[in-house]
Antibody
Framework: EVQLVQSGAEVKKPGESLKISCKGSGYTFTNYWVGWVRQMPGKGLEWMGI????????RYSPSFQGQVTISADESVNTAYLQWNSLKASDTAMYYC??????????????WGQGTLVTVSS | DIQMTQSPSSVSASVGDRVTITCRASQGISNWLAWYQQKPGKAPKLLIY???SLQSGVPSRFSGSGSGTDFTLTISSLQPEDFATYYCQQTSNFPLYTFGQGTKLEIK
């Protein structure tokens, strides 16, 4: 069974750093892209970026370029989303997603359960 | 960036009704269009991809159509479990993807 299991909820202060994780199982982790989607409270879905764990090819939405860092460690089948200096506006639910291909099936067929990040002083 | 505009933003309907949600792209996206369903407190779920292909396990009462810039999601006979928020997504230009703003389907 394909699963994406994300790390638990976080409460942080503005200016702090944070790294959340997404562990894939039930499939060959290095054969699929892993992406991240933000959902701010009461709002819609926003595409953040994506990584191909096999070679760490990483692409960002222009809205998130320079704001976050996406990485992956294929040895533990895990992708990460990282902030160096959190802002209150980073408060949101973050979902990781599996993405099959850049050429054919360009959709998010599996989603993690979400990680709620709260940034408050 | 390609903008995706859904309409309506919300709709009220009854069990058994036929419901249609529309998604318009700001430029042509060929067949690179998906629909997702999100229930409160849950992660979204892929329903339809490539405009009209049903994801495995999705009931056949869901269907998608359209081409170019205009697309629709139709639920032929609403069931209680279908009340949720629906999002369209374009994937025309990897990886510059965008979602529509969402359509909330509520019980009348």
């Amino acid at each position: 069974e394909v699963q994406l299991v994300q790390s638990g909820a976080e409460v942080k202060k503005p200016g702090e750093s944070l790294k959340i994780s997404c562990k894939g199982s039930g499939y060959t982790f290095t054969n699929y892209w892993v992406g991240w989607v933000r959902q701010m409270p009461g709002k819609g879905l926003e595409w953040m970026g994506i990584i191909y764990p096999r070679d760490s090819d990483t692409r960002y939405s222009p809205s998130f370029q320079g704001q976050v860092t996406i990485s992956a460690d294929e040895s533990v089948n895990t992708a990460y989303l990282q902030w160096n200096s959190l802002k209150a506006s980073d408060t949101a639910m973050y979902y990781c997603v599996r993405h099959q291909s850049a050429i054919t099936y360009r959709y998010f067929d599996y989603w993690g359960q979400g990680t709620l990040v709260t940034v408050s002083s | 960036d390609i903008q995706m505009t859904q309409s309506p933003s919300s709709v009220s309907a009854s069990v058994g009704d036929r419901v249609t949600i529309t998604c318009r792209a700001s430029q042509g996206i060929s067949n690179w269009l998906a629909w997702y369903q999100q229930k409160p407190g849950k992660a979204p779920k892929l329903l339809i991809y490539d405009v009209s292909s049903l994801q495995s396990g999705v009931p056949s009462r869901f269907s998608g159509s359209g081409s170019g810039t205009d697309f629709t999601l139709t639920i032929s006979s609403l069931q209680p479990e279908d009340f949720a928020t629906y999002y369209c997504q374009q994937t025309s230009n990897f990886p510059l993807y965008t979602f529509g703003q969402g359509t909330k389907l509520e019980i009348k």
